[in-house]
Nanobody
Framework: QVQLVESGGGLVQPGGSLRLSCAVS????????LGWYRQAPGKQREMVAR???????NYADSVKGRFAISRDTANNTLHLQMSSLKPEDTAVYYC????????????WGQGTQVTVSS
């Protein structure tokens, strides 16, 4: 089992920055993949950024060069640094963990709202 708790969302003006954090309930070193997803009203949930256990990262094309995902293994925390935010980045952001224990298991946090508006 993996519990995930997001924080850091809020209201920011276009062009601004926010840093999301995800507290993970156990050592993240042993987790296969960690990532951030988002869901805007009326849209499907989409992958924003993820990091695989070996350190490889993937980003959605829409956030490349603006967002950066990172892991703090000492504190079992996942971060998403978001810069140059746009109104279209407005969504609920979810932390995700994919763990392998004989099979792959997906875990989700409760989500944190990010609103980009002037």
């Amino acid at each position: 089992q993996v519990q995930l708790v997001e924080s850091g969302g809020g209201l920011v003006q276009p062009g601004g920055s926010l840093r999301l954090s995800c507290a993970v309930s156990r050592s993240i070193v042993s987790i296969y993949a960690l990532g951030w997803y988002r869901q805007a009203p009326g849209k499907q949930r989409e992958m924003v950024a993820r990091i695989i256990s070996g350190g490889n990262t993937n980003y959605a094309d829409s956030v490349k060069g603006r967002f950066a995902i990172s892991r703090d293994t000492a504190n079992n925390t996942l971060h998403l640094q978001m810069s140059s935010l746009k109104p279209e980045d407005t969504a609920v952001y979810y932390c995700n963990a994919v763990d392998f224990s004989g099979a792959f298991f997906n875990y989700w946090g409760q989500g944190t709202q990010v609103t980009v508006s002037s």
